[in-house]
């Protein structure tokens, strides 16, 4: 058990450094493809090394109150080292190699082999970090760092960007799963899955996970990266409101609930069904606590519904003859039906709606036609 937020620690050949015994996130192991497009600073780890996800730019104040909530979670706190709570490497890849011994998919198998490999030169590199933290924080106490010192601290830079080098070699790599061609149509799915995810509204439905508590709370969708897996392609991730996070591939989804705790689904397996909803007919489902973004400060709370039946909602934009006979008029008066677009994938009861409804059908429709391609 640790009891102190620091300890000594021989670093090198006569230089004794107080260094942190907090769990350090770094960019291990996600720097490479990415780097080119995202700064280090907009990579956020959720839960374990070589899990999380890119903020992207966005107006949205509750998407930037989550990323602010995701980024507090990393700070270190002595209570949660004292209790065990923080991450521990060695606990990791224990729980890891278990879940690999009792697998039985193949694709599964791969992807936890490759993330128990990944861990030990992460655990050298995190520890490094911290090291090189320590040996700063040492020499600024003395206003600057001897050159002995500095040295130190270019060897343990040059070790963890070896360790770096060599990990590329251990990563699951998804474009070693499907061919070049194969790869590049995915592409065309990645990108109105990027239109999509900057919808400034997206619903979760509970119904299938809580019928006491159903209703639909508001969630983010943004691009991540899943224990370790490389792509030169940025990976959509969906989240739903139970905690769960679905990471899209080109040939697999995984849903996951922890990096060792997931399910991995064959693309071929699964079903996306797209339709146009009436915001009226989901409205009273949006749980007050996820006010949209406009919605005025002085707006009553919301209520919802237990008994809503989705399959009441048909299979097409809900209006009456009379409404599509005076459609006409409503353009004119912009008096137009508020309209949301329901994504449901029914082998693991999962809905989504988003009020950028065209967005959702475009992303639906591209993935559709993906799976269509040998």
Known sequence: MKL??????????GLKVWVSNHYTPTLFGIRGHYESSYKSGQYVETGTPGTGFFIRNSSSHAYKNYCKAERLKLEPKYINMVRGEEFDFDLEIERANKALRMTKNEIKAKVLEAYVNVLPLAKEAELGERIIEGIKEFGHRRHHLTSYQSHVV??????????GHDVRDIQLNVTNMCSDERYNHFADVVLPFTELAASHRIWHSREAYDKLE?????????????DFIQAPLMTPLMRDSIGQRMFLYPDFLIVSRDAVDFDLY?????TFLFREVPYEMISSMVLSSYADDDTSSTSSTRHYSHSRNYDDFGSGLLV???????????????LRERVVGEL?????KTRFYARDMKA???FVTALNEYKKIQ
């Open 320 to 334: 009456s003859k009379d409404t599509v006979a005076n459609n006409e008029m409503e353009k004119e008066n912009k």
């Open 154 to 163: 270019s060897n343990y830079k040059s070790r963890i960007a070896r360790l």
């Open 214 to 226: 159903s209703g639909l709370s508001q969630v983010y969708f943004d691009m991540g990266i899943f």
């Open 344 to 348: 449901y994938i029914p082998e693991i």
């Open 4 to 13: 102190l937020p620091k300890k000594r620690m021989t670093v090198a050949k």
């Open 360 to 362: 959702l059908k475009h």
């Open 266 to 270: 064959d693309l071929n397996d699964l």
